[in-house]
């Protein structure tokens, strides 16, 4: 069965560093994009980052942008997520998805998620 398991996360103080991994099983991964979305308390969920099938293409929120790195391992079926210079309001669950698109049909699997808390 599909399955997406995230693990990384934990308390970091702001400033700080955590490398976020999803293990992907159960469907091709190199043909699904892989995103990182976060939900804060009494948040909608939202996109945090984006990498293309092949790795080639990736974009981030603005709130992320230049501290956060989404990177994958298609021979390893990886997806990770690197936040440098966290802060307060990173706090958040972080989840990893996989999404892909053929005409018409879309696919989509998400994780069961992974707190994050930067907090001193």
């Known amino acids: 069965q599909v399955q997406l398991v995230e693990s990384g996360g934990g308390l970091v103080q702001p400033d700080g560093s955590l490398r976020l991994s999803c293990a992907a099983s159960g469907f091709t991964f190199s043909d699904y994009g892989m995103s990182w979305y976060r939900q804060a308390p009494g948040k909608e969920r939202v996109s945090v980052a984006f990498?293309?099938?092949?790795?080639?293409?990736?974009n981030y929120a603005d709130s992320v942008k230049g501290r956060f790195t989404i990177s994958r391992d298609n021979a390893e079926n990886m997806v990770y997520l690197q936040m440098n210079s966290l802060k307060p309001e990173d706090t958040a669950v972080y989840y990893c998805?996989?999404?892909?698109?053929?005409?018409?049909?879309?696919?989509?699997?998400w994780g069961q998620g992974t707190q994050v808390t930067v907090s001193s």
């Open positions: 998805k996989a999404a892909q698109v053929v005409g018409t049909n879309r696919s989509e699997y």
């Open positions: 990498i293309s099938r092949t790795g080639i293409s990736t």
